[in-house]
C-alpha cells in the first residue's frame, strides 16, 4: 500500500441493503425503478460504485437471478457507475445462493472475510466459502470488494491472497465497515488499527460507519487516505431525529467532506481504471 493519499475519492453508495424494512422507511429504494432513479441521482452527486441489495416485489430481500440480472442491467443502461452486487445477501440466505449471485455478470461482487455477529442474527462466512467465492470471482473477472468488519477479518485476507493471489485485474481494494453490534467499532482508533493491519497487496480501501459511526468513519478515512462508502444501508438518519430522505443527500455529503479534504470525487470512468474493472 502506497503511503500518498490518492488525489480522488472513490464514493460509493449502497443505497438499500437488506435489513431495513420498507414499511418502516419508505425512502428507501426497493423497486426497480426507484433504483435507478437512486443511481442516477447518487452519479450526479458524486458516487462512482454502487453496491447494490435487490429486493421482490414484496420488497423483501431476494438472491432470485432473475431480479439480480435485471437490477444490473437497468443500473448499466441508466448509469456508467461500476455496479457491485452484494455476495452477503441477508443473514438468512444460504452460502449456495450467495454464490450465485456472480450469474447476474455484476462489475465487482461484495466479499466478507469472516463469520461475524451481526446484532442478534450472524452473518456467516466460513473459509471454504470465502475461498470458493473469491476462486469463482477469479475465473469470471469479477473484481472483489473485501469486507473487513474486525481485524481477524483482516488476518483472513492475509491468508485468502497468500493462498489463491491476486484478484481479477490485480488491485485489492477492501471497504471497513464499522460499527456494526458484534463488529469492530465505529471509531477512528478502530479504524486506524485495522488499516496498518492491512496486507501489502492492498491498493485501497474504502470505510463506512453504522448508524451513528458514521460521519466519525468517514473523517477518519478522509484523514487516513481512504475512501467512502455511504448510503441508506448503512445510515438511516442525517443527524440525530433528521432522517435520510435520498441517498443522494448521503452521497452529496460525502462529496462535501472530500472536496474540503482536497481530494474531491473520482468520476465513474477513474473508478473503473483505479479498480480494473473488466469492461463488459
Ligand atoms: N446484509 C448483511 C448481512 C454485503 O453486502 O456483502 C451483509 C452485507 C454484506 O450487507
Ligand atoms: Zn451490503
Known amino acids: 500500500m502506497t503511503a500518498a493519499p490518492h488525489p480522488t475519492t472513490l464514493i460509493t453508495v449502497a443505497p438499500t441493503g437488506a435489513e431495513t424494512a420498507k414499511a418502516d422507511v419508505p425512502a428507501l429504494p426497493t423497486t426497480l425503478e426507484e433504483l435507478v432513479e437512486t443511481a442516477v441521482r447518487c452519479e450526479q452527486a458524486g458516487a462512482a460504485m454502487i453496491h447494490l441489495h435487490i429486493r421482490?416485489?414484496?420488497h423483501r430481500p431476494t438472491l432470485d437471478l432473475g431480479y439480480l440480472s435485471d437490477a444490473v442491467t437497468?443500473?448499466?443502461?441508466?448509469?456508467?457507475?461500476?455496479v457491485q452486487l452484494s455476495s452477503g445477501g441477508s443473514v438468512h440466505d444460504p452460502l449456495a445462493d450467495r454464490l450465485r449471485v456472480l450469474d447476474a455478470n455484476p462489475d465487482s461482487c461484495s466479499l466478507t472475510l469472516g463469520t461475524t455477529n451481526?446484532?442478534?442474527?450472524?452473518?456467516?462466512?466460513?473459509?471454504?466459502?470465502?475461498?470458493?467465492?473469491?476462486?469463482?470471482?477469479?475465473?469470471?473477472?469479477?473484481?472483489?470488494?473485501f469486507e473487513l468488519f474486525d481485524l481477524g477479518h483482516v488476518a483472513s485476507l492475509h491468508r485468502l491472497l497468500d493462498t489463491y493471489g491476486l484478484p481479477s485485474?490485480?488491485?485489492?481494494?477492501?471497504?471497513?465497515?464499522?460499527?456494526?453490534?458484534?463488529g469492530m467499532p465505529g471509531t477512528a482508533d478502530a479504524l486506524v488499527a485495522a488499516v496498518a493491519a492491512l496486507p501489502l497487496q492492498t491498493t485501497s480501501w474504502s470505510a463506512t460507519g453504522i448508524g451513528r459511526s458514521t460521519l466519525a468513519v468517514a473523517l477518519a478515512a478522509l484523514s487516513k487516505g481512504g475512501h467512502l462508502r455511504v448510503g441508506m444501508e448503512d445510515t438511516?438518519?442525517?443527524?440525530?431525529?433528521?432522517?435520510?430522505?435520498?441517498?443522494?443527500?448521503?452521497?452529496?455529503?460525502?462529496?462535501?467532506?472530500?472536496?474540503?479534504?482536497?481530494?474531491?470525487?473520482?468520476s465513474t470512468s477513474q473508478a473503473r481504471e483505479f479498480l480494473q474493472v473488466k469492461a463488459r
Open 56 to 58: 421482490d416485489s414484496d
Open 74 to 82: 437497468a443500473v448499466r443502461e441508466h448509469t456508467e457507475l461500476v
Open 118 to 145: 451481526f446484532g442478534d442474527d450472524v452473518f456467516l462466512n466460513p473459509w471454504p466459502f470465502v475461498a470458493e467465492l473469491y476462486q469463482l470471482a477469479q475465473g469470471r473477472e469479477v473484481v472483489p470488494e
Open 169 to 182: 485485474g490485480g488491485r485489492v481494494h477492501c471497504d471497513l465497515v464499522m460499527g456494526v453490534p458484534g
Open 236 to 266: 438511516l438518519n442525517l443527524s440525530r431525529g433528521i432522517p435520510v430522505k435520498h441517498n443522494e443527500q448521503l452521497v452529496s455529503r460525502a462529496a462535501a467532506l472530500a472536496e474540503l479534504a482536497q481530494r474531491p470525487a473520482m
